[in-house]
């Protein structure tokens, strides 16, 4: 069963708007979710996570929105770049043990 | 920059080889982890180590085994490869700065034939 899950695999948007990526997660046994940026042939990188507890963390252009009635999380990037074109994983930290589980993530494009 | 580089990068091998991986790390992290990635599946933990000779399982670990006999290195190894093992294979440690950031490697592409 897939714990946490990201319905589109893949997104197009212009220059200079808005990004919205989504993310949906099965149940409340996670404390941390996190949000990883990955180029071609490149390991995930790290971009911004947000503790169980909060609704919204912002770091730059990039916040992350917590919705934990609905178990979703959104990941918004204002503007969008070109070099923001990426595959996108969400990810979301079990309380007991520790572990990260990912979702299938999300390819972004932005067009100049 | 984690300190993190794994070896081969890339490798080709048949089915029924035993393959090993190599993770190595600069920066005496205690936590270090295998993942892989596949189409559709995103990253699924196969094993992690959360010391020298402390390992455990992860979600995929059929097929596969661990050693970790130094602090900096964090072998996989898949004992006789089948074509289901052909991934994308990334090492990753947990961070000093947080105790849920995971900070991961380049990346080794596996093909097995």
């Known amino acids: 069963d897939q714990q946490v899950k990201q319905n589109s695999p893949s997104l197009s948007v212009q220059e200079g708007r808005i990004s919205i990526l989504n993310c949906d997660y099965t149940n409340s046994m996670f404390d941390y979710f996190l949000w990883y940026k990955k180029y071609p042939a490149e390991g995930p990188t790290f971009l911004i996570s947000?503790?169980?507890?909060?609704d919204k963390n912002e770091d730059g252009r990039f916040t992350v929105f917590l919705n934990k009635s609905a178990k979703h999380l959104s990941l918004h990037i204002v503007p969008s770049q070109p070099g923001d074109s990426a595959v996108y994983f969400c990810?979301?930290?079990?309380?007991?043990?520790?572990?990260?589980?990912f979702g299938q993530g999300t390819e972004l494009s932005v067009k100049p | 920059d984690a300190g993190i580089t794994q070896s081969p990068r890339h490798k080709v091998t048949e089915t029924g080889t035993p393959v090993t991986l190599r993770c190595h790390q600069t920066e005496n992290h205690r936590y270090m982890y295998w993942y892989r990635q596949d189409p559709g599946h995103g990253l699924r933990l196969i094993h992690y180590?959360?010391?020298?000779?402390?390992?455990d399982k992860g979600e995929v670990s059929d097929g596969y085994s661990v050693s970790r006999s130094k602090t900096e290195d964090f072998l996989l190894t898949l004992e006789s490869a089948t074509s289901s093992q052909t991934s994308v294979y990334f090492c990753?440690?947990?961070?000093?700065?947080?105790?849920?950031?995971?900070?991961f490697g380049p990346g080794t592409r596996l093909t097995v034939t």
């Open positions: 180590s959360y010391g020298v000779k402390d390992t």
């Open positions: 947000i503790s169980s507890i909060k």
């Open positions: 990810a979301a930290r079990k309380r007991q043990g520790g572990k990260l589980i």
């Open positions: 990753a440690i947990r961070g000093d700065r947080t105790f849920y950031e995971q900070y």
